[in-house]
């Protein structure tokens, strides 16, 4: 059997766990850290197990390789940057962009024109507990599949669907990974800047007081996805919304801790992504707009 060789660009909290399940799972890890950077050297996994194993971490001014994926973990903020400062050594190798948030496929088809383009989204919850350390805080599941602006090739997406599933198991391929990833965007409009704003966590949400402004959020996101050809209801997405927060109750959500650390937040390729999409449907997002602003005002 081949063995795959899969590049992980980072050492944050969900590319440090990608690293530990591929390289848990036989595949070959190299890391692309940042230059003089050490990174995390081990990762507790859910079971308790502790692991971190990588070939080679290489840097964006080492030898050009190709690799049978390279996955970009990152805030769609820091991958334009990031694209740009590995093209060289990533060559024409299949990319994987993982993360929250919309937008990232745009970024990614502009800097890399002709490169296949994969995309993903997790529920796995990870934590950097300090420079050198990752803990697996909850076991969740990937979708995953190829974007819309790269054309079906059945042996490559075969091969880069074997990777992940093999890498980073539970899988769900999707074959409309365009739409996966706005219902999870769907679930992130509601939840995150909801729970930052009110200090709450994620179960708090569906608290009476925020009925109405759940429905209303709904309304907009719903008539937003099918100007975008998506056919989803506001039903559908309250339910949807719902039932993730029931299931996460006691967390508190990413953006929630982006704004309790102070660090920068999400919200321009969450509630943002939404509101550009809705200017340029001419779609009033009246509600959305005010999460946004509300997210900036407590934004450092
Ligand atoms: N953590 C979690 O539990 C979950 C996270 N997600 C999503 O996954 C995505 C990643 O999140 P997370 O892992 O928590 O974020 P982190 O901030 O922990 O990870 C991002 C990593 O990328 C590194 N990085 C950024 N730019 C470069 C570059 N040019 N070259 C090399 N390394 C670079 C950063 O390094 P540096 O620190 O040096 O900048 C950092 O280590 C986000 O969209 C998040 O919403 C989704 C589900 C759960
Ligand atoms: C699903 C949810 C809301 C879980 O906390 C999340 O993805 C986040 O916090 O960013």
Redesign the pocket.
């Known amino acids: 059997m081949t063995q795959h060789n899969v590049c992980i660009?980072?050492?944050?909290?969900?590319?440090?766990?990608f690293a530990a399940f591929a390289s848990a799972n036989d595949v070959m890890v190299y890391r692309?850290?940042?230059e003089h950077?050490t990174?995390?050297k081990s990762v507790t996994l859910f079971d308790g197990k502790q692991t971190s194993r990588y070939a080679e971490d290489i840097s964006?001014i080492g030898t050009p390789l190709t690799y049978d994926l390279v996955v970009f973990?990152?805030?769609?903020y820091?991958?334009e940057?990031?694209l740009l400062?590995?093209q060289a050594v990533i060559g024409d190798s299949p990319i994987l962009l993982?993360?929250?948030?919309m937008g990232g496929e745009e970024i990614a088809r502009k800097v890399l024109p002709l490169q296949r383009i994969y995309q993903a989204?997790?529920?796995?919850?990870?934590?950097?507990t300090d420079h050198e350390s990752?803990r697996h805080?909850?076991m969740?599941n990937t979708l995953a599949g190829r974007s819309l602006s790269t054309p079906a090739d059945l042996a490559t997406d075969d091969k880069i669907r074997t990777i992940v599933e093999t890498a980073f198991p539970p899988v769900t391929w999707c074959e409309d990974i365009y739409l996966s990833l706005w219902q999870k965007l769907s679930v992130n409009l509601a939840i995150n800047p909801l729970t930052a704003i009110h200090d709450i966590r994620n179960g708090q949400i569906l608290a009476p007081r925020y009925t109405s402004v759940l429905d209303a959020l709904s309304h907009e996101i719903a008539e937003v996805m099918q100007a975008c050809g998506l056919n989803e209801s506001a039903e559908t997405i309250l339910a949807r919304i719902k039932t993730v927060a029931q299931a996460t109750a006691d967390n508190f959500s990413?953006m929630h801790q982006d704004i309790a650390h102070q660090?920068q937040t999400?919200i321009d390729?969450i509630t943002g992504y939404l509101l550009s999409k809705a200017a340029s449907e001419r779609i009033a997002v009246p509600t959305n707009a005010r999460l946004y602003q509300q997210i900036n005002q407590l934004s450092v």
């Open positions: 660009i980072g050492d944050g909290a969900i590319g440090s766990l692309g850290m940042r950077k990174g995390v964006p973990p990152l805030k769609v820091q991958l940057a990031a400062q590995w993982l993360q929250n948030g989204t997790t529920s796995h919850g990870a934590l950097k990752v805080t909850g969740g990413s660090r999400e390729a």
